[in-house]
């Protein structure tokens, strides 16, 4: 233990690293005690606790008790017994949300319902494994909660869920179905399925609308146009066809009276103008997602008052996203210009993780403008409150769930990582003693790599 | 060819009943070196008394009435005739109604083929009473059927089992809706809206949805259990997981369904964190059943399962309920199969041994004490002496 703490050294690299190292071991004892149901409160203590964007705390402690945060402060007086973790070099933050994730996706399944372009109906929840690595690694990177966004393959798709990224099972899910979401893009008119022009040999529920740009739009006013008239009791004009289900409508006239929140990913400039033209023509209020060329519409977007949770923030499109031709006039500097215009901005990983992964996107931001402040709101409180859960989560309060991230450094710097995770006060990801061995340990285990093997 | 041989085998089965001479008597006795009870445990000098089909008792040493014909079978033991919850027996390639994805409507009963040769095998593995299933390829199959392997044909339909979904990947395509496990979930929510608010509705479903029946339901990862476990929570609906391999790794998904669970096809080759599950879940509490899901497989890798499971911990008692009470609960039949007992229906197998030893042969099989199987004579085993 002790010779894989000292190596500690190179990561945090200065001279209080033995009390770090010394912490990881009494946080160690901690963890598998509080497993144990060891009700005994614990107080952390760390070089600087960024209780909110601009709200900073140095030194300062959080007091733990029954997986909330009891006190917090730079100064806590001890009324009884508690355990002790001193994290000297450390900060602190608020565990991260990620407004736009897709963890928890499962192979085999269509992630997108496809007998219909408009399914409001359907729920994300149903169709992802909370159990699913995906969640674990974005704890380990310090993501605390999510919105697990619906497929990009529906015109008007599915309810998102609000859901924290680990601990017990029946704590994690926030919001079962959340806000819906929409896109105008070519995804709905190629992902997973052709839409298809009829044929002798080839009418199916998969011959319709749309095909075009032009086809997508039709359906998305449609939809809206048609529960207007339903939810007047009056029927629709053209036979039902292309008509929303009757199970949607509900949640269409909840989009349009501003009951539920609605979001709509597009990428493009041109999407994001179509995007803001329909809410004006039905006078809807939407969050706006991904917006690769958003700063191309900054004008617009503030004008009509368009939060947007942009990114990821990437070095060149790959994957659908390149298959799409919707991301090619990416700018590192988009959300610093948003910010800067005063448009209200959060920052998403999406579907990127490792080096792309949320703490990154904060760091790749504050490279191209914006300050740790705007960053680190980018990523806790701006999220939190698009997705209403900013009494739950995005700052550290006492009072609530104790969810919070302690970084090695100052939070999103290229040479931090997130060491510990707290998600409603167990530790769920844990770095500082895995990855602290010497590069002499490293040789040694790198030696007998069989044994390490066989013992799984 | 094959209906000479057939033919042939009839005939020869004929005969050979013609020696035993049991079938025409209405009571008879069967003495035994032991059986087994429904707890796994071996009782010795057994002694079976058969009155019109039904077991009118069994135990230790009882005196047989004066008169009555006896077969003797001192050297070999007594066991239930296993139960499978789950195959196609006969009905290979056509479960399936492949237009809808939704067919509360259709019944299993319709598959029966009475004269399938699937049903021959089955009888050879000690089966005699499985569960008819629609195919994995719908999210609502139809209406099980439970049937017996052998005997008389006019006794062979037990009636309906519980109605069988899936949620596995094979039940979702592009040629017809719903495509995705939420398109599914929505769709069930709304049929069960349907038949919870129409009383009148007495079909399978409309039993399921209000809570009063159990559905087997396939699924194909631990993820999908999981998922039927919040589904089944959120709608108040019972559950009975199938083919659930994974329950290992989602305990707390399959106690909170609180259904048996039915598990295997278990082979050899399998990986340790299939075959821990049965022994898992027994310890935790969770009634389980194993399936051949013949004639995907042979029926006789139930009892081969059992031994894969044996293996990985689980006890005697709890693997013979595996293929035996479990089953015939998850079936509806457990009144009359699945162990044996005063009042059950004399369904059962003559093995050289203990029934849970794979070395142990089957060497006849009674349904309504009615001889259905006889082995041909083993070849010589030395090994045989010895035990």
């Given amino acids: ?456 | 060819m094959r209906f000479w041989q057939r033919q042939l085998t009839a005939l020869l089965v004929v005969f050979s009943m013609g020696i035993g001479a049991a079938e025409a008597q209405e009571r008879y006795a069967i003495r035994a070196a032991a059986y087994l009870d429904a707890d796994g445990q071996r009782v010795e000098n057994a002694v079976l008394i058969i009155n019109k089909g039904k077991i009118l008792d069994i135990g230790s040493d009882l005196s047989i009435p004066s008169g009555m014909f006896v077969l003797d079978r001192s050297d070999a033991m007594l066991g239930p005739g296993l139960v499978d919850a789950h195959v196609s027996m006969g009905a290979m390639g056509r479960d399936r109604e492949s237009a809808q994805a939704m067919e509360p409507g259709a019944s299993a009963a319709n598959l029966f083929n009475p004269g399938h040769s699937d049903f021959e095998r089955a009888l050879r593995a000690g089966v005699t009473t499985v569960v008819l299933a629609p195919s994995e390829t719908h999210l609502i199959g139809g209406v099980t059927a439970v049937v017996k392997t052998g005997g008389d044909e006019k006794k062979r339909m037990l009636g309906a089992g519980p109605i069988k979904l899936s949620l596995t990947t094979n039940a979702f395509d592009m040629s017809r809706t719903p495509t995705s496990l939420q398109g599914a979930f929505a769709e069930l929510r709304a049929m069960i809206a349907k038949a919870k608010s129409n009383a009148d509705d007495g079909s399978a479903f409309a039993e399921w949805a209000r809570g009063n029946a159990a559905a087997l339901v396939e699924v194909n990862d631990a993820a999908g259990l999981s998922s039927l476990a919040l589904f089944a929570r959120e709608q108040g609906v019972r559950c009975m997981a199938v083919h659930a391999n994974l329950a290992a790794e989602r305990l707390d998904d399959v106690k909170r369904l609180g259904e048996p669970v039915i598990l295997g096809t278990y082979e050899f080759s399998d990986p340790r964190r299939y075959t821990r599950a049965p022994a898992m879940l027994a310890d935790a509490g969770v009634s389980i059943a194993l399936t051949s899901n013949a004639p995907r497989y042979a029926a006789d890798w139930l009892r081969l399962g059992t031994a894969i499971a044996m293996r990985q911990g689980l006890s005697r008692a709890a693997a013979l309920k595996s293929v035996t009470t479990t089953p015939a609960e998850i079936a509806g039949v457990s009144d009359r199969v699945g162990s044996l007992a005063k009042g059950m229906d004399a369904d059962f197998v003559v093995y050289s041994g203990d029934p849970l030893d794979l070395r142990s042969r089957i060497l006849e099989v009674f349904i309504d004490g009615e001889r259905v199987f006889v082995a041909d004579e083993p070849p010589a085993n030395p090994e045989d002496d010895e035990a």
């Fill in chain 1, 1 to 456: 233990m002790m010779k894989r703490s000292c190596a500690t050294q190179g990561a945090f690299g200065g001279g209080a690293i033995f009390a770090i190292a010394l912490a990881c071991c009494l946080v160690q004892g901690w963890a598998s005690a509080a497993l144990a149901d060891d009700a005994m409160p614990v107080l952390i203590r760390a070089k600087k606790i960024y209780l909110s964007p601009g709200n900073v705390v140095s030194p300062g402690a959080i007091l733990i008790r029954d997986g909330r945060i009891d006190r917090i402060g730079d100064k806590i007086e001890l009324a009884d017994e508690v355990r002790v973790v001193d994290l000297e070099n450390a900060t602190v933050t608020a565990g991260l949300i990620d407004a736009n994730s897709n963890a928890g996706y499962r192979s085999g399944y269509h992630d997108a319902e496809h007998a219909s372009e408009c399914i409001p109906e359907m729920r994300v929840l149903d169709t992802i494994d909370l159990e699913s690595n995906d969640f674990k690694n974005l704890a380990k990177d310090g993501v605390t909660t999510v919105f697990v966004s619906p497929d990009s393959a529906s015109v008007i798709g599915a309810r998102g869920a609000i859901v924290r990224t680990a601990g017990a099972a029946d704590k994690r899910v926030i919001q079962e179905a959340s806000g819906v979401k929409a896109t105008i893009g070519r995804e709905p008119i190629f992902k997973a399925s052709f839409n298809r022009t009829p044929s002798r040999f080839n009418v199916s529920f998969l011959t319709r609308r749309p095909t075009t740009r032009m086809g997508l739009v039709w359906v998305f006013r449609k939809s809206f146009h048609d529960a207007q008239l339903k939810a007047r009791g009056q029927e629709p004009s053209s036979r039902g066809e292309g008509s929303p289900g009757d199970a949607s409508i509900p949640y269409l006239m909840q989009i349009l009276n501003g009951e539920i929140p609605f979001r709509i990913q597009a990428r493009s400039q041109l999407d994001i103008l179509t995007a803001i033209r329909l809410s004006r023509e039905f006078n809807f209020r939407f969050t706006l997602e991904e917006g690769t060329d958003a700063y191309r519409c900054i004008d617009e977007l503030k004008e009509n008052d368009i939060p947007v949770i942009y990114g990821p923030i990437f070095d060149y499109p790959m994957g659908f996203r390149a298959g799409t031709g919707e991301s090619d006039r990416f700018r590192y500097g988009a959300p610093s210009d948003l910010v800067k215009a005063g448009v209200k901005l959060a920052l998403s990983a999406g579907d990127l993780s490792g080096e792309a992964a949320l703490p990154m996107q904060a760091g790749y931001a504050m490279r191209n403008g914006l300050s740790r402040e705007q960053a680190l709101a980018a990523v806790t409180t701006v999220p939190a409150d698009l997705l209403g859960i900013s009494d739950l989560a995005g700052s550290l309060e006492s009072g609530r769930s104790a969810d919070f991230v302690v970084w090695s450094g100052e939070p999103f710097d290229a040479t931090t990582r997130a060491e510990m995770v707290f998600v409603n006060g167990t530790l769920v990801s844990d770095r500082t003693v895995k990855n602290g061995a010497t590069p002499a340990d490293d040789a040694e285990a790198g030696s007998k790599p069989s044994e390490e093997a066989s013992d799984e």
